[in-house]
């Protein structure tokens, strides 16, 4: 259940934070020859993105399912 709902809520987010965060930055991707740094900046993106989910399971999620078996 945990999995599903985190990756579900990356699924969701992570086309967006992608096209946002590139778009913000597109001076340094474009300057960048190797790729390294879209590299870098993707898993920063991903850690970000499971670390809200994760959150966010927790503080709402979780707490609401909790009720419900009581």
Excluded: H
Excluded at 34 to 40: E, Q
């Amino acid at each position: 259940m945990v999995s599903l709902i985190i990756g579900g809520w990356v699924g969701l987010t992570l086309p967006i934070l992608f096209s946002v965060v590139f778009g913000l930055l597109k001076s340094i991707v474009n300057a960048d020859d190797t790729g390294i740094s879209m590299i870098i900046i993707s898993i920063l993106i991903c850690i970000l993105a499971v670390y809200v989910g994760i959150k966010l399971f927790e503080k709402k999620i979780q707490l609401r399912l909790e009720k419900r078996k009581r």
